[in-house]
């Protein structure tokens, strides 16, 4: 085992160096760069100052502005942005002894290349050094462990709901499979699982918060504002309050597959053999369901606890937090793809991706240890 356990953890730097080169390299054909969105808005800006400050009272604009916005922005300024987001460095004369300056006659920009723009930006992931955004001015490791919050709420709600309602359904309907009960459930959950989330997380807007029925839920936020100023009681109930309807749009469609998993594998192990040498026996139908069947129907479902870990803390949606103007990492990766904001794209896609492999490694041990006639190794 300790081998394959090497080779898998091996994989993870070619596998992860993959992932990081074919989004670097996508980035690099993608218009409009971070350079591009800070002169966009900028002489956006400006432009619509222009236009407020050179209309007269008859609503006729003055033909010469001088703000920037109407020339463009200075290349000066364009260049220490180059340089300050490290698409370019500067080189000085040999023999300069002052601080490296553009404003130095002696100095000048030189692009950095791609390559090796790549290359520095991992030298620095290896070190677990993402850098700050370029728009919010912060670390990238802060931005993350901010929108956290609503993240594991979203994740960690949904998917505890979820695995408390599919296991017992699912094993009901082993039980029970091929009666009115499992036709009528099974026909639920794939109409659950077809509604679109963001579909029905406007229509318990509508019906709940205050759309056009009933007013029983807040909109928006995890909190209320005066949440501080709450009992502990008070502060959990609000909590309790406001996640009501993002998790419930959340979890919709997160029944099905569990369920169905769990009521397929029940299903295998009842038809075996020493299920019906237990019968034989005379143990009750629930000592043979939940002493011998269920902790072997339940090795699939328990071996997948790493990815469950993993999608407690990444499982939110981007969509359900618009609807709810939740504010984590579903809207921190959007405002970073529309800004191209790449510390944070790149920062996030090496974090998770690294987490995300570790945690497929983890999944594999827990089948192991679930299940010992599982050998990985002879597989090799």
């Keep these: 085992m300790g081998a394959y356990i090497l080779r898998r953890l091996l994989l993870v730097i070619p596998t992860l160096l993959g992932v990081m080169i074919i989004n670097f390299a996508l980035t690099q054909f993608v218009p409009g760069g971070p350079i591009d969105q800070i002169r966009a808005r900028l002489e956006g800006e400006a432009d619509s100052l222009q236009n407020l400050a050179g209309t007269d009272g008859g609503g006729v604009q003055e033909t010469d502005s ?3 916005g109407a020339r463009g922005l200075p290349p000066e300024f364009l260049a220490r942005l180059e340089v ?4 370019a460095r500067i080189i000085c004369e040999e023999g300069f002894t002052g601080t490296p300056s553009l404003k130095s006659e002696e100095c000048r920009k030189e692009a950095i290349p791609a390559v090796e723009r790549f290359f520095i930006m991992m030298g620095k992931y290896i070190r677990f050094d993402f850098g700050n955004s370029y728009f919010k001015s912060k670390p990238v490791v802060d931005l993350v462990l901010e929108k956290m919050p609503v993240s594991i709420t979203l994740g960690l709600w949904s998917t505890l709901i979820a695995y408390l309602i599919s296991i017992p359904l699912g094993i009901r309907k082993a039980v ?7 036709t009528w459930t099974s026909g639920f959950i794939i109409a659950a699982y077809a509604i679109p989330g963001f579909l029905f997380a406007i229509l318990l807007m509508v019906v709940f918060a205050g759309g056009s029925y009933f007013q029983w839920f807040p909109l928006r936020g995890l909190t209320s504002s005066n949440w501080s100023d709450l ?3 008070g502060k959990i109930t609000d909590y309790l309050w406001h996640i009501v309807l993002p998790v419930t749009a959340q979890l919709i469609g997160s029944f099905a597959t569990l369920t169905l998993l769990t009521k397929n594998s029940f ?3 009842i038809k075996k053999q020493y ?5 034989a026996k005379g143990l009750s139908e629930r000592r043979v369901l939940y002493g011998h069947v269920f902790r ?6 328990i071996a997948g606890f790493p990815g469950l870990f993993l999608s407690v803390f990444f499982g939110s949606s981007l969509i359900i937090e618009l609807i709810f103007s939740l504010d984590g990492l579903g809207m921190l990766g959007y405002s970073a793809a529309l800004d191209r904001d790449y510390p944070i ?3 996030t896609l090496f974090a998770f991706g690294l987490i995300g492999l570790i945690v497929g490694i983890l999944s594999d041990l827990m089948y192991v240890f679930v299940d010992p006639r599982i050998d990985f190794e002879s597989r090799g």
Excluded at 275 to 279: D, G, L, S, Y
Excluded at 296 to 301: D, F, R, S
């Design 66 to 68: 001088a703000y920037v």
């Design 267 to 269: 299903l295998d192990e």
């Design 345 to 347: 794209i790149f920062g």
């Design 176 to 182: 029970r499979d091929g009666s009115r009960f499992d």
């Design 84 to 87: 300050q987001f490290g698409f």
């Design 231 to 233: 009992s502990l009681i």
């Design 296 to 301: 072997n129907a339940m090795l699939i479902v």
């Design 275 to 279: 299920v019906m040498t237990a019968r």
